[in-house]
């Protein structure tokens, strides 16, 4: 990676913690982002949205923000279109793509209308009857239930019968108003980072839970990573382009990660899209970028480097 002047980023504030059912990973990922630009030279401070007003990034004249904040209040797009009427510049997706990445059920639409591979599903709302066994019998009798706009397996849970159903969906109703009834894909458990718009190395996560869940996520030391993925080169390719079909038909941009399911027949299906993905330097899109022979410090700067194009549309736009 090329040296770059780090005094061109001018006072950066990287924005983790916050208020969300994932504060303690966004606490972990933002310390190691924030270590990482600190060893660089970049000028760049804690801000956690929890204790520190907005307003007080330009009364403190900050230039632009590196976003660590995962789940709602900093990856549903909120913050993103917050930053965007103050002129200040930001890493990732914009408030379109982020929303709509965060939302479960409405990304599953936007799959379905694109004719991208993605499970059947269904969708239960919070004081909306359902009929339990019926819903099963059309989703063939086994079903993930997620919270519309949780991330990090945060409310997540099977079901194989009625009870288990009502259950799940009634889990899923303490983080959102909206759950996702998903027909479950047995198969292995793939993800793609996409950096600067490209996809990188595949990683297979291997574990002995029933699926990638929050213990075997951030937990549990018997969790495998295998990247690049034991796959064929023809496969790895068909993965990648339609993670970066996604990627874009949801309109994420810059960096983030598409999660998707290989079924016994190595079909892929697209799970779900992280717009600000886990960033401890163990995290997914680091392992994938060590493939590639980027280092975490060049990852995190190469993502705070696309922020420099904001600035010349902010100029461009009479900021």
Not at 64 to 87: C, K, P, T, Y
Not at 113 to 131: I, Q, T
Not at 201 to 226: C, G, H, Q, V, W
């Amino acid at each position: 990676m090329t040296a770059l002047d780090t005094s061109r980023f001018g006072k950066v504030a990287v924005m983790f913690g916050g208020t969300s059912a994932e504060r303690d990973v966004s606490l972990n990922s933002g310390k190691a982002v924030l270590d990482a630009l600190l060893d660089q030279g970049v000028d760049a401070y804690a801000f956690d949205p929890k204790f520190d007003y907005l307003d007080d990034l330009l009364k403190k004249d900050f230039d632009r923000v590196f976003i660590v904040l995962h789940g709602r209040g900093g990856e549903d797009g909120s913050l993103q279109g917050a930053l965007q009427l103050m002129g200040l510049p930001y890493t990732g997706s914009g408030p379109q793509g982020s929303a709509l990445a965060m939302d479960k059920v409405r990304s599953k639409f936007l799959f379905k209308g694109a004719e991208l591979p993605s499970a059947p599903f269904a969708v239960v709302k919070r004081g909306h009857d359902f009929d339990a066994e019926e819903l099963l019998a059309q989703l063939s009798g086994r079903v993930m239930v997620k919270p519309a706009n949780e991330g990090s397996s945060i409310g997540m849970s099977q079901a194989r019968s009625s009870d288990e159903l009502q259950k799940a969906v009634k889990l899923a109703f303490e983080y959102d108003a909206e759950a996702l009834v998903e027909q479950w894909v047995e198969g292995r458990e793939i993800t793609v980072s996409i950096v600067a718009g490209k996809a990188m190395p595949l990683i297979e996560m291997r574990t002995p839970n029933e699926f990638y869940d929050y213990e075997a996520k951030y937990k549990s030391s018997s969790t495998e990573y295998l990247c690049p993925a034991p796959l064929s080169e023809s496969l790895t390719k068909q993965i990648q382009a339609i993670a970066v079909q996604a990627f874009e038909l949801v309109g994420a941009k810059g960096w983030g990660r598409v999660d998707f399911l290989l079924d016994e027949n190595e079909s892929p299906f697209i799970l779900e899209i992280n717009t600000v993905p886990g960033m401890t330097t163990t995290s997914l899109v680091p392992k994938a970028a060590a493939q590639q022979g980027v280092s975490f410090k060049e990852l995190v700067l190469s993502i705070l480097s696309e922020t420099l194009e904001s600035d010349v549309d902010l100029n461009s736009a009479g900021k």
